[in-house]
């Protein structure tokens, strides 16, 4: 974030570079510096004639570069923006030549998602070498809450520690999805506001008392009949609950509680530093830690791996909503 802060002081200050190759996992930050030059380096005026958006899949390496070449018209720079580069991986390498004598008035713009170059290559050396290389990298589960609060923060606003697993488990590590649900709740909140999960019940839609965050404390707790409300609300619910997503979060909370089984510190800010959570939730695992010894935390990731091959239809025929009933009844007795 900071890396993305000082690209985009530098386009502000006029220091500006002929080839940004934006590149990386995580698309949200390749949007966020891609937008702000097609937005902001030049004036209205300039654009008709020196913006430029061409798309991987449309155009050749050869025919870019030819673009690039060319000078702007009453304007200082001209802009292009490739979108989805990553369309051209297999000529990408065509780039190096051009890379070593770029167009100086040429601002050129590659959007390569969910690919990199390769830093041996001497495409990439050249690029480096006159232009700017950003690789966008995918935050880690355990990461993204801690930027929804920084990015909150940004904004004036700060949010529970609830509120924000229930964002991270619902939407994932996807900060394009979780930015734009943050932007309906800042929309609709007034600043200063702290965010709470009746406001992204309201909001968003996502149950505060019926979703994977509950069912997993639940289970933790060994609290029976909550967690049997939570999987009927589920099977009820199925678009909004996927099985995979349940299962997948399940065994992330047991696969942590294996962890915590065996640290020899276990305060609170070493389990949260090792583990990788919120110090807000330590005490779950603590809970859970004396329901589930070893042994049994064992036995459920291997009830969880089971019921993952069979919610792919391997080796049994069941609805999700029985593989669901069936996994729930085995962890809990």
Known sequence: MNEVKQIVDDIKNGNLKPIYFLMGEEPYYIDQISNY????????????????????????????????????????HQVIIVKEAQ?????????????????????????????KLDKRKKSYKAIAKKGLIFESKKLYENQVGDWIRRVLGGKKYTIEPKATQM????????????????????????????????????????????????????????????ANRIIIYFSQNPKKNPLVMTISLLNSFFTQLLSYHGLKDKSKASVARTLGISPYFVDDYVSASKNYPMRKV????????????????????????????????????
């Not at 609709?188 to 999960?197: A, F, G, N, R, W």
């Not at 792919?312 to 809990?332: P, R």
């Open 37 to 76: 030059i097609e937005n902001n380096v030049l004036d209205e005026s300039e654009k008709g004639f020196n913006q430029t958006v061409m798309y991987g899949r449309d155009v050749s390496v050869d025919e870019i570069v030819a673009s690039a070449k060319r000078f702007p018209m009453m304007s200082e």
């Open 87 to 115: 369309d051209l991986s297999r000529t990408i390498d065509k780039l190096e030549t051009y890379a070593e004598n770029p167009q100086p008035s040429t601002i050129l713009v590659f959007n390569y998602k969910y690919k």
């Open 167 to 226: 964002l991270v488990e619902f939407l994932g590590t996807d900060l394009s999805k979780i930015s734009n649900e943050l932007d309906k709740l800042t929309s609709v909140l007034p600043k200063e506001t702290i965010i709470s999960p009746n406001h992204i019940e309201e909001n968003i839609g996502i149950s505060k008392d019926f979703n994977n965050f509950e069912l997993r404390k639940s289970v933790g707790n060994k609290n029976i009949v909550k």
């Open 298 to 333: 064992s036995q459920v990731i291997g009830l969880l791996r089971d019921a993952d091959v069979k919610s792919k239809g391997v080796g049994a025929n069941q609805s999700h909503e029985d593989i669901l009933k069936e996994l729930i009844f085995k962890i809990l007795h």
